[in-house]
């Protein structure tokens, strides 16, 4: 343990001071932030959600529409489904939106029994069903 701290005094010694080191040391951990951050910003402009703003959500479904990472917002990943669910409206993906006459997503058409599945034809016929029943 002595020869730890013996070496992290020669380490200080080197630079002359504490407080050039601990600059050193906050100027690496703002310049890695800026990394990451410019990483996000870059994966959040697209179109489909990374694999991580998923990730959040399934976490935390009520929060992650709300955040903002690195000044962009990640609304609009995200919309207000009605639900079939008795607690009313709740957030979803918008991968998992089905355009009817009001936009539903999967999981509430299939608890409303509109689609059997995933498959793109039970999709189809879950949309016109749904645009019947509320004609």
Request: some cysteine; hydrophobic content about 40%; glycine content about 8%.
């Amino acid at each position: 343990m002595e020869a730890v701290l013996d070496k992290i005094q020669e380490i200080c010694a080197v630079f002359g001071s504490n407080w050039i080191l601990v600059a050193g040391c906050v100027a690496v951990f703002f310049i890695s932030c800026a990394c990451v951050c410019r990483s996000i910003r870059v994966q959040v402009r697209g179109t489909e959600p990374p694999c991580w703003v998923k990730l959040l959500f399934w976490i935390f479904p009520s929060c992650t529409p709300k955040l903002c990472c690195c000044c962009v917002s990640l609304e609009k990943y995200f919309f207000k489904c009605p639900g079939a669910q008795q607690g009313g409206a709740h957030w979803a993906l918008k991968e998992d939106q089905v355009q009817c006459e009001g936009s539903a997503c999967q999981q509430c058409l299939l608890k409303k029994g509109y689609i059997n599945g995933n498959d793109q034809s039970d999709m189809e016929d879950g949309e016109n069903k749904a645009f019947m029943r509320r004609s």
